[in-house]
């Protein structure tokens, strides 16, 4: 990974560089694949073990406090982490810094002083402050802040004090995030992917030390001590790439800072600062309208949808890493006026994407009990609660396509460079839609109405940012997109079905999981190659690549023998 991207200062002025070992692409070829390609299975892989311990997070919860009052006050402190990943690492802010390096990058070679340093300058002092002042506020206004968001809660007392610790997430999650957008735009994927391993390990071993002393508020420490550890799985990498002096080309004189600077300043404007935090923290309110609507609910139903939607999250999470490594990529071919092929990348990025969520889907209604016996009864879990949690995981899981296409497609508007509202106002439209069907369904079929009205409210805001895809961001051609879609949400239902059938007769928790997935990818590639899905090709390629790669190593090792 490292030697492959080792090529940003050689680039031409005006033009991010492809990776070293991509410099003589076949013809006709896309010059960022091969390194894509790396860069994704570098973040899978990172992605994949930050997940399993993001569960194994979830099983030590599970384990030592169950899924009752205490964990209920917990969760509502871990609001603020989970807004803040949102706001400060995943999306927000990265949207506006990762165009923003990726152009002082581009001019890296141009200009006498070093664009990258001096936007470092202008942004991360006062970024700094604002994220220590934010963090301060919440732990002071601690009690209101639970008060407003689970008014329900018998004894709010534990969730105030789970609150101040995780407030310093704040400050450490605003860095993370500064780290990540930077390195991501100097493309080094392996320490930003590395974050939530960092952040997991953190949170396991601080409750694991502690040994349950201290009740939760040993899971709220580990947040605060999971958060410094993301800033310093980073750093090392960060100073590297700052202290980098970069060679003037000739020709190259100081005159282009100035110009280069004020590019940069707009790209880091306040305006284009408050689309991306706003739409954010729109996003992240349908959780604030999930906890809210719970709160008055018996005690674990905020727990049950946490545990639900931390496992069919999963899915999500791999489908978007594509996502995440090719933002940089758009964002330069929209800068150089090359639509078509953003447009490219951004379609292909959506089937991709979709066919992995959806195959994750199936997975996930066909076998939720088996998988959450499997996860989590065990210690203060008990039958109950993984009854209950498997039924709202399943109702969950029908809007993880929404928040697949939602992740997908938000970048694409963001990558343009320009300030634009509509992202917001559709997201706003899908928060009302769940906050109107939540408090409804609430009252019909608890815990279970209020992650149908989540998956409602996601779906309708990725319908409305489809509908918006044209001229002022990436005009990616809606009906063709919608008519592949199509094709992995009817071999999901069909592999949903078959999956169910085998994992209900194996009465093995882990035979179960492990039949039903088998099933469940078997029916769907199956059916993605009778309808000539062309999302499945990339997919088909890469299995023969590996087959072929396997035969070719045990023929050498044959042929060594005799």
Same mark, same amino acid.
């Given at each position: 990974m490292t030697s492959t991207a080792r090529s940003v200062d050689a680039a031409p002025a005006g033009k991010l560089p492809a990776p070293a070992a991509e410099a003589a692409p076949p013809k006709g070829s896309d010059p960022s694949n091969g390194f894509l390609a790396k860069a994704a299975l570098v973040t899978a892989v990172l992605t994949v073990a930050g997940a399993v311990l993001g569960l194994g997070r979830d099983q030590a919860l599970a384990h030592f406090f169950g899924a009752g009052s205490e964990t209920d006050a917990f969760l509502v402190a871990w609001t603020v982490p989970e807004v803040a990943t949102t706001l400060l690492i995943e999306d927000g802010l990265a949207f506006a810094l990762v165009p923003a390096f990726s152009m002082a990058l581009a001019r890296r070679r141009s200009v006498r002083e070093d664009p990258v340093r001096a936007l470092v300058a202008a942004t991360l002092p006062r970024l700094s402050l604002a994220f220590a002042g934010v963090g301060l506020v919440l732990m002071a206004k601690a009690p209101h802040l639970v008060a407003l968001l689970a008014p329900g809660l018998p004894d709010p007392r534990l969730a105030v004090d789970c609150t101040r610790l995780t407030a310093t997430c704040a400050l450490s999650f605003g860095l993370a995030g500064y780290c990540s957008a930077v390195l991501r735009a100097h493309r080094r994927f392996v320490a930003p992917a590395a974050i939530y391993v960092a952040y997991n390990v953190g949170i396991i071993g601080t409750v694991l030390v502690l040994d349950g002393r201290g009740g939760v508020r040993s899971a709220a420490l580990g947040v605060a001590v999971g958060g410094v550890l993301m800033v310093a799985v980073q750093a090392p990498s960060l100073w590297w790439q700052l202290r980098r002096r970069p060679a003037l080309t000739p020709g190259g004189t100081a005159s282009g800072t100035a110009t280069g600077?004020?590019? @940069?300043?707009?790209?880091?404007?306040? @305006?284009?600062?408050?689309?991306?935090?706003?739409?954010?923290?729109?996003r992240?309110?349908?959780v604030l309208i999930e906890r809210f609507l719970a709160s008055s609910l018996p005690a674990g139903a905020i727990s049950h949808l946490n545990y639900a939607q931390k496992v069919a999250q999963v899915p999500m999470i791999l489908s978007l890493m594509l996502c995440t490594v090719t933002l940089p990529v758009v964002a330069q071919a929209l800068a150089e006026g090359d639509v078509k092929r953003a447009r490219s990348r951004v379609e292909r990025d959506l089937g991709l994407a979709s066919c992995?969520?959806?195959?994750? $889907? &199936?997975? =996930?209604?066909?076998?939720?009990?088996?998988?959450?016996q499997l996860l989590f009864q065990r210690g203060a879990f008990t039958p109950a609660d993984t009854t209950a949690t498997a039924a709202v995981m399943r109702v969950y899981a029908l809007g993880l396509?929404?928040? $697949?296409?939602?992740? @997908?497609? =938000? #970048?694409?508007?963001?990558?343009?460079? #320009?300030? $634009?509202?509509?992202?917001?106002?559709?997201?706003?439209v899908g928060v009302a839609a769940t906050a109107a069907i939540?408090? #409804?369904?609430?009252?019909?079929?608890?815990? #279970?109405?209020?992650?149908l009205a989540n998956a409602t409210g996601i779906s309708l805001t990725a319908i409305v940012l489809l509908c918006g895809m044209g001229p002022s961001n990436v005009p990616i051609r809606v009906r063709r997109v919608l008519a592949e879609l199509v094709k992995p949400a009817a071999a999901m239902a069909c592999a949903t079905g078959f999956g169910a059938a085998v994992s209900l007769r194996v009465a093995s928790p882990p035979v179960g999981v492990? &039949?039903?997935?088998?099933?469940?990818?078997?029916?769907?590639?199956?059916?993605?190659?009778?309808?000539?899905?062309?999302s499945f090709k990339p997919v088909a390629r890469s299995i023969r690549s590996v087959i072929r790669s396997v035969v070719r190593s045990v023929t050498r090792k044959r042929s060594h023998v005799r």
């Open positions: 600077d004020a590019a @940069a300043a707009r790209l880091m404007s306040g @305006a284009l600062i408050a689309t991306v935090l706003l739409f954010a923290l729109c992240q309110s349908q992995v969520v959806l195959l994750g $889907t &199936a997975v =996930v209604i066909a076998c939720a009990p088996q998988i959450i396509i929404g928040h $697949t296409l939602v992740g @997908a497609l =938000v #970048r694409s508007y963001f990558s343009g460079h #320009r300030v $634009t509202w509509y992202p917001l106002g559709a997201m706003a939540g408090s #409804r369904a609430v009252d019909l079929w608890g815990v #279970r109405g209020i992650a492990a &039949a039903g997935s088998l099933t469940v990818a078997g029916v769907f590639a199956l059916v993605l190659w009778v309808l000539r899905a062309k």
